[in-house]
């Protein structure tokens, strides 16, 4: 792969017409489009290796395990975790966080303490800590976000007090698309004994992540949004704390040994991985990681970037241009940083525009070839911070063109016209 | 005219649009049409909430027929609205009970009323017939 063209022509859903035009498809913040290595592996698992993983004698079941502890190395690799114990399968971010939220405040969270989590959390970094701490009698707060988007590091300074038991941050908001400073958030709370998870569902897809480079404690993300079948996820989390932790979901292939009076578990990372797991999806994940590293290395990991600077730079200024529309999370510094690293914008845009509902706009857009998200997003609490009920989103991954990143302004610019 | 006459009256309004941007350029032009609730009226009371927009309705009785009001902050959204009260408007709690929405599907609109877009609109249905169901004696 050299091109963009050449990354495109991986993936089949791209190549069709929706209402007899060509599809753009700009809903990637919500999920990506499958390259045709990972549909490959999923229809070869049903159509050969098909059997239960970690429990049989048979061939089958021999060349599911090893398709499914495969992908778990090859996740390792990805996000150079120390060891496979590390890295828990589970069907998503929001598993991930529901499993960190249940089991580790059962264990290390107790009434009147504080579980910090950041102001641009989506509900799945939200819900599962209000749900753990109702049950113990701690309380969520938020690190409250400043007017261009970013995380307002003086009030977490000040929040982090002794009372807080975890920090659970976004490594990228899915509605503002800024690289958040995870490095200093994780420092500064280690600096007073605290552990951070970091929300990956958007970072995994947008920035290199070395999570002992990052030192986070531990980090959720979703397989879907990074090529991988839907149902895919992964937790990866420090081994102290998740020796530590109790097992979140009993059932079969996280125990040691059963009776009616008492049971161990199975080490780590099957202790997390209760009942048969979504095997395939999972396996599914090393293709889709090794498409997502080639992405990243040698000549077309360039074109990669400089088309995803010129989609950024452009949108920036079409978007501007329109009217009475307003980009939520551009700060002024991000343009001199490096893609991915913090402070930076990932070509994803949250906007409004005034007069034109963002479900008008999306439908229209629709009928044009054009797939965006409009809504809360999965982010009310956010949405209530800048005053609004409603965003439309533009994301993109590096199949996305900039000719595509024009249609969608050129048919946006339409829709707008038609409402007004 | 009855429910059914209504129904096929706006389908055959449709019929003249080949292109969807002209469907809903229609629509958009009807969605900015006359305010259909009172301000007053857009209270919490007669709110459906949507994730994607908010829709307002309200119902009064007259000689045993039922009169509707809504809104909602989405146009598209506001133009099927003024579609669904201009066949509903004016009938009795029997007949809009009996009704089995028809014209929605015929003139393409069949999306809109799927659960997934969140606008409202099935609720919004779904609330007329409860209001039919109240008053229907």
Redesign the interface.
Same mark, same amino acid.
């Given at each position: 792969m050299n091109t963009i063209e050449e990354i495109r022509s991986q993936f089949p859903a791209l190549q069709q017409l929706v209402?007899g035009k060509q599809l753009v498809y700009l809903d990637n913040g919500a999920t990506s489009q499958k390259p045709q290595c990972v549909i490959d592996l999923v229809e070869r698992m049903h159509t050969g290796a098909n059997a239960n993983v970690h429990r049989a004698m048979h061939k089958l079941s021999d060349d599911a395990t090893a398709l499914y502890e495969g992908a778990r190395e090859r996740v390792r690799q990805f996000i150079n975790a120390p060891a496979r114990e590390n890295i828990i399968f589970t069907s998503g971010t929001t598993a991930s966080i529901n499993l960190v939220a249940s089991s580790f405040c059962r264990k290390f969270v107790g009434e009147g303490d504080v579980v910090l989590v950041s102001g641009d959390s989506h509900h799945s970094n939200i819900v599962p800590w209000q749900l753990a701490c109702q049950a113990c009698g701690a309380e969520v707060k938020a690190i409250p976000v400043l007017e261009d988007g970013r995380l307002d590091m003086e009030a977490y300074r000040r929040m982090l007090s002794g009372r807080v038991k975890i920090v659970a941050v976004e490594h990228i908001s899915n509605v503002l698309g800024i690289v958040n400073p995870v490095g200093e958030i994780i420092a500064l709370a280690h600096a007073q004994g605290i552990p951070v998870l970091v929300d990956g569902a958007q970072g995994i897809v947008h920035a290199k992540v070395d999570v002992q480079e990052m030192d986070c404690d531990f980090y959720a993300f979703s397989g879907h949004k990074i090529y991988a079948a839907t149902g895919s996820g992964v937790l990866y989390g420090r081994q102290e704390l998740l020796e530590a932790m109790p097992p979140y979901m009993g059932g079969g292939d996280m125990v040691d040994t059963v009776t009616f009076e008492r049971t161990t578990y199975a080490p780590l990372p099957l202790k997390f991985e209760a009942g048969t797991p979504n095997f395939i999806a999972q396996a599914s994940l090393a293709p889709a990681l090794e498409f997502a590293a080639r992405l990243r290395e040698g000549e077309i990991a360039g074109v990669v970037e400089e088309q995803e600077r010129a989609i950024i730079e452009y949108l920036k200024g079409a978007l501007t241009g329109i009217e009475g529309c307003r980009i939520y999370g551009l700060p002024e510094e991000a343009s001199g940083v490096a893609l991915g690293e913090p402070g930076s914008k990932i070509p994803l845009f949250s906007f409004n525009i005034e007069r034109c509902?963002?479900?008008?706009l999306a439908?229209?857009l629709d009928?044009?070839g054009v797939a965006v998200r409009?809504?809360?997003m999965c982010c009310e609490p956010l949405m209530t911070r800048f005053g609004v009920?409603?965003m439309v989103r533009a994301s993109f991954l590096p199949y996305n063109t900039l000719q595509e990143a024009e249609y969608f302004v050129a048919s946006l610019q339409?829709a707008v016209r038609?409402?007004r | 005219m009855t429910i059914k006459e209504i129904e096929n009256e706006i389908v055959e309004e449709f019929a003249v649009f080949t292109d969807?941007?002209d469907k809903?350029?229609y629509i $958009?032009e009807l969605g900015k049409g006359v305010p259909v609730i009172d301000e007053g009226q857009k209270t919490e009371n007669n709110l459906i909430k949507g994730?994607?927009? &908010?829709v307002w309705l309200s119902c009064r009785v007259e000689d045993g027929k039922l009169y509707f009001a809504a809104d909602s902050? @989405? $146009? $598209?959204?506001k133009g099927i609205i003024s579609l669904l009260i201009r066949v509903y408007n004016g009938q009795t709690p029997a007949d809009i009970l009996a009704n089995d929405l028809e014209f929605i599907g015929k003139i393409g609109l069949q999306e809109n009323l799927s659960p997934t &877009? @969140?606008?409202g609109l099935v609720s919004m249905i779904k609330q007329i017939k409860i209001y039919a169901m109240a008053y229907n004696n």
């Open positions: 209402y509902f963002p479900s008008d439908q229209l009928k044009m409009t809504g809360l009920t409603s339409r038609m409402l | 969807w941007m809903y350029e $958009i994730c994607q927009s &908010r902050d @989405a $146009i $598209i959204t &877009r @969140a606008n």
